[in-house]
């Protein structure tokens, strides 16, 4: 069983290496598909020291072109049975790939959601810190309306089956990527677990 992890960057100078090699180093059978969307930092030197590793793909694209773009490029590259997205920023525990690829495993999921408000007590200390996280609460609670989920956070790190999703992906290039491909996946049925992850925002968080 082959986890492919998906790495869109773009301007993570500071954070980049690490989070690359903390893929590097889990003992499992992997692949690194690394996609620099434009940056103008330091970010695409830095991803040119792992272009003669083994299992490491790289596309470095001349503009941004969207997260969506990413990703679709990322889906088109995998080889594994899995695929897993791994924010460069370190906003996620890269250890989560692990515990949501045994839980789709497990149950044969085609997507696991990692939330972060799935601990309630998040919720009111991350709306405090970071006001733009209402967005989250409305997203989620739109998809929740529109078929009858119960979800926490539709926004947070994914985990999909690679067969089941690339037939349903989305054009959108830009960050409406991943609200339209959450629709796709209920619309289509598939079958989805929402699990709980630590989340530690950065500084100077969009999101």
Same mark, same amino acid.
């Given at each position: 069983?082959?986890?492919?992890?998906?790495?869109?960057?773009?301007?993570?100078?500071?954070? #980049?290496?690490?989070?690359?090699?903390?893929?590097?180093?889990?003992?499992?059978?992997?692949?690194?598909?690394?996609?620099?969307?434009?940056?103008?930092?330091?970010?695409?030197? @830095?991803?040119?020291?792992?272009?003669?590793?083994?299992?490491?793909?790289?596309?470095?694209?001349?503009?941004?072109?969207?997260?969506? !773009?990413?990703?679709?490029?990322?889906?088109?590259?995998?080889?594994?049975?899995?695929?897993?997205?791994?924010?460069?920023?370190?906003?996620?525990?890269?250890?989560?790939?692990?515990?949501?690829?045994?839980?789709?495993?497990?149950?044969?999921?085609?997507?696991?959601?990692?939330?972060?408000?799935?601990?309630?007590?998040?919720?009111?200390? #991350?709306?405090?810190?970071?006001?733009?996280?209402?967005?989250? @609460?409305?997203?989620?609670?739109?998809?929740?309306?529109?078929?009858?989920?119960?979800?926490?956070?539709?926004?947070?790190?994914?985990?999909?089956?690679?067969?089941?999703?690339?037939?349903?992906?989305?054009?959108?290039?830009?960050?409406?990527? !991943?609200?339209?491909?959450?629709?796709?996946?209920?619309?289509?049925?598939?079958?989805?677990?929402?699990?709980?992850?630590?989340?530690?925002?950065?500084?100077?968080?969009?999101?």
């Amino acid at each position: 069983m082959t986890l492919s992890f998906i790495i869109p960057v773009f301007n993570e100078e500071k954070t #980049l290496s690490k989070a690359i090699d903390d893929i590097i180093n889990l003992s499992i059978k992997k692949e690194i598909i690394i996609i620099d969307n434009g940056s103008t930092d330091n970010s695409i030197n @830095i991803i040119r020291n792992y272009q003669n590793i083994t299992d490491i793909k790289i596309i470095l694209k001349s503009k941004n072109l969207g997260f969506g !773009d990413s990703i679709q490029k990322g889906f088109n590259l995998a080889t594994g049975q899995y695929i897993f997205i791994q924010y460069a920023d370190l906003e996620y525990d890269h250890l989560t790939s692990i515990s949501m690829l045994n839980l789709a495993i497990e149950n044969n999921c085609d997507a696991i959601f990692g939330s972060r408000l799935k601990d309630k007590k998040n919720i009111l200390k #991350l709306l405090v810190n970071k006001p733009s996280y209402l967005a989250t @609460i409305v997203c989620t609670f739109l998809i929740n309306i529109f078929y009858k989920k119960k979800f926490t956070d539709i926004i947070g790190t994914k985990l999909y089956k690679k067969n089941s999703i690339k037939k349903i992906l989305p054009k959108t290039k830009g960050q409406g990527f !991943d609200f339209e491909l959450v629709s796709l996946i209920c619309k289509n049925q598939l079958k989805i677990e929402e699990t709980y992850v630590d989340y530690v925002p950065r500084e100077n968080s969009k999101e």
